[in-house]
């Protein structure tokens, strides 16, 4: 029994942790930062102040896990990030396809415990800076509510994921707060005064089907006039969760020191919503449904910026300029909301999207007068309307994955974050599996580089062929078609009518290389059609200097049918003309005068079961599939599939990598296609599979002996790392993998291979 009497003055308990790393904040971008520190060797410590990680994503506030590929709405064409985050989202879609938030929270604190160099502090808010000098910050304090401990963290190296940006706060970083004035940087689209300055939080709820009427009775804080939400017309007894983003206040305020304030305008808007979907007798479909959750906390979307060496910029985003020190990228819309949130008469969002994806610098990764400080997540250095792009979690959580892999090269080679060799760096990331738009790997300690290649068979891709019953052109449709420099081949189809009619066809191309957009045209055809089945054929007669992605299209025409295939081949892909007004799609996007955006047509994927290829004979097979892929340092398609394909009729896939002496393999890493065209959001939203299709579920490798050293069966993430206990010593590595099905041929992006950890 513990008994005491004393009236002295008591303290709670100190614990001190030191470490090569100290993270602040546990949302995906504090998540990423430290798993990717951590699996380079780095000891992290984890500071979150809530009880769940994951931030925004989290059960606490569930908002879906989004970036570049941005809901497949936008011309972003396999753009979804790599790395840790893409490991998270795999893995989410593979154990939680029905998108339930508390799954989620399990999956990502399995991803943090599961690495022993990681100390997770949950429950404990920092609220203390000390600094060995004007520019060093040496140590912070931190509480838990929980067990009532004070916490000193020390560490050479400090990251600020923490949204709000609390250690850049109190260290004294340069930040900023609210939008730029359209002359700081000749910025466009900087919106006027009357729209606002800073974008809103939101609170979401959730609801559900009991089955028998059930009575709801409003707090009496809640929201009884309904019509001083301008659109509350667009309220409707299906819709809840982050469906309702627009649900959404503060920005007028001050979305750090005010958040109390707005969370309970929230709160009083949230159940006035329910009341008017209960009880207003315009919804009797919602006579069986209960409120099951109401968000505790908001999700905020912006507060401060902090500023690095440079400052990401909308001419950045939307232009896609290139930087030498590209180290992730980036692909959401601009982004912006009214500061009145729900309350304003305009659209809940202002959205206007680039070409395609956009380097972020690493200059926007570290704090310009804080020299020992990363920067992380939505708070990094960007302009307002840049923010309104790069502020999205996966984005956030991408750039994170940075500033971990930065400190542990800061560590090892004993510099500061602004100091760091860049080029080591992006190839540091590469290995990780990082894409980073124009840069290629280039590994010298990478045995594959090394080795002679030889493949039991190469897709040659001659045909795809027609399977099921032809599909009308209710919307226009395209096939992506990978093609080498040189003469284009000639497309063949077969056409299907009822009617005498026309079909207009275009062959286009992509004004900017790696991206998506096709706005050049290289080639038209009109073709007359009598009823029944027409033969058709594109004859280009034109070529191009450099490889790169065609599309063979064709406008819509509802009286012609053409034909799909059940090929689903790595790197092929079809892409239509459609519409997704979630993210402000609608078929073309037709920019005003005057705000520095381009106008282009939306052509993209469609979600499984849909979205097959169009049917097609080419004269000239399709040979970008061959083994040496596996080596070119990219691993997605870009201008190229940049994989192996294995021919689907050999009845035994397989790689031989053979070198002229004895190597001492400890680690071998191999990338799949778990297609980077997928958004996989993260909660709310359902998937029809839990593995991608393209994906190699099992596969066996074999040293020069032909005795089996490794087998993998049930496989679904894309990067599978393997570490020998013991080296294997060998003169060649066989490896031989499964088909994923009879439609899909194996495939294989990149091979990687070390004979040390």
């Known amino acids: 029994m513990i008994r005491s009497e004393s009236t002295e003055k008591r303290s709670c308990p100190l614990v001190t942790l030191e470490a090569g790393l100290i993270v602040t904040g546990g949302g995906l971008s504090g998540i990423c930062c430290a798993v990717t520190a951590a699996r380079e060797g780095l000891k992290v410590v984890l500071v979150q102040d809530r009880s769940v990680l994951g931030g925004n994503a989290s059960s606490e506030i569930r908002l879906w896990i989004l970036g570049a590929t941005s809901h497949m709405g936008n011309n972003n064409r396999w753009a979804r990030e790599g790395g840790v985050i893409d490991e998270i989202l795999v893995e989410n879609t593979y154990r939680n396809p029905e998108g339930n938030p508390v799954i989620l929270d399990s999956i990502l604190l399995d991803k943090v415990t599961a690495e022993p160099n990681i100390t997770l502090l949950l429950n404990t808010a920092v609220y203390h800076v000390e600094k060995r000098d004007s520019e060093t910050i040496s140590f912070l304090r931190a509480f838990c509510s ?49 729209y606002g300055e800073l974008l809103g939080h939101s609170l ?40 309702l983003w627009w649900i959404e206040y503060g920005g007028r305020m001050d979305t750090v020191h ?27 479909e919602a006579e069986t449904l209960t409120l099951e959750w109401v968000g505790m906390i908001p999700g905020k979307r912006e507060s401060r910026r902090f500023e690095g060496d440079y400052i990401l910029r909308q001419q950045d985003v939307i232009e896609q300029r290139t930087h030498e020190d590209a180290v992730a990228f980036g692909g959401w819309s601009l982004d912006l909301h009214p500061s009145d949130g729900v309350y304003s008469a305009q659209p809940g969002c202002t959205q206007w999207h680039s070409k395609g994806v956009y380097q972020i610098p690493y200059r926007c990764l570290y704090s310009k007068n804080i020299t020992n400080l990363f920067l992380a997540g939505r708070i ?34 004993g510099v500061l974050p602004s100091k760091v060799d860049i080029r080591a760096l992006q190839q540091r990331l590469l290995r990780s599996g990082q894409f980073i738009p124009g840069i290629s790997g280039a590994d010298k300690e990478d045995l594959v580089q090394q080795a002679t290649i030889t493949a039991s068979s190469e897709l040659s891709l001659a045909v795809l062929e027609e399977d099921g019953v032809p599909q009308p052109l209710d919307i226009a449709a395209a096939q992506m078609v990978p093609v ?13 009518t009822e009617v005498h009619t026309k079909l207009q066809a275009e062959i286009r191309s992509c004004s900017r290389i790696g991206s998506y957009t096709p706005d050049t045209v290289l080639a038209t055809f009109e073709f007359t059609l009598h009823p029944g089945k027409n033969s058709i054929q594109l004859v280009p007669g034109t070529t191009i200097d ?17 034909s799909r295939s059940a090929k689903r081949i790595t790197g092929m892909l079809a892409v239509f003309n459609t519409i997704n007004p979630a993210v402000s799609n609608y078929g073309r996007q037709a920019a005003p005068d005057g705000i520095g955006i381009d106008s282009f047509e939306f052509w993209v994927a469609q979600r499984r079961p849909a979205g097959q290829n169009i049917a097609l004979h080419f004269d000239s097979p399709l040979v970008g599939f061959g083994a040496d892929n596996i080596r070119n340092g990219i691993a997605r398609p870009t201008t190229q599939p940049n994989a192996w394909v294995a021919d689907l009729n050999d009845p035994s896939p397989g790689l031989t990598l053979t070198w002229n002496a004895v190597k001492h393999i400890k680690k071998l890493i191999l990338s799949f296609d778990t297609d980077f065209d997928h958004p996989m959001e993260s909660v709310l939203m359902s998937h029809p599979e839990n593995v991608m299709v393209f994906c190699v579920r099992d596969y066996a490798i074999y040293d020069d002996k032909d005795q089996l050293v490794f087998e ?32 899909t041929p194996a495939a294989v992006f990149e091979i990687r291979m070390y004979e040390k950890d």
């Open 546 to 562: 450099q490889a790169q992605y065609v599309f063979v299209l064709f406008h819509k025409n509802p009286l012609v049918s053409i």
């Open 146 to 194: 929980q067990n009532q401990t004070e916490y000193k963290l020390i560490a050479p190296l400090f990251c600020d994921a923490s949204g709000d940006g609390v250690v850049g706060f109190l260290s004294g970083a340069a930040f900023r707060m609210g939008a730029e004035p359209m002359e700081e940087f000749n910025e466009l689209f900087a919106p006027p005064e009357s």
């Open 484 to 496: 080498l420099a040189g003469a284009l081949p000639v497309f063949s189809l077969h056409a299907y």
């Open 258 to 284: 005010d958040t109390e304030k707005i969370k309970w305008e929230l709160w009083k808007i949230v159940y006035g919503v329910w009341n008017y979907i209960k009880n207003s007798g315009n919804f009797p």
């Open 380 to 413: 990094i250095s960007a302009s307002h309307v840049a923010f309104g792009s790069s502020r999205v979690m996966a984005t956030s959580a991408y750039v994170a994955q940075v500033a971990g892999m930065a400190a542990v090269l800061c560590t090892q080679t």
């Open 712 to 743: 993998k069966k049930g496989n679904y993430q894309t990067r599978n790392v393997i570490e020998f206990h013991e080296a294997v010593s060998t003169t060649s590595l066989t490896i031989r993998f499964t088909h994923p099905s009879a439609h």
């Open 204 to 243: 979401y709820f959730y609801s559900k089907d009991t089955g028998r009427p059930v009575q709801f009775v409003p707090p009496s804080f809640a929201l009884m006039d309904i019509t001083q939400i301008p659109r509350f017309r667009s309220f409707n007894a299906k819709e809840f969760g982050c469906k």
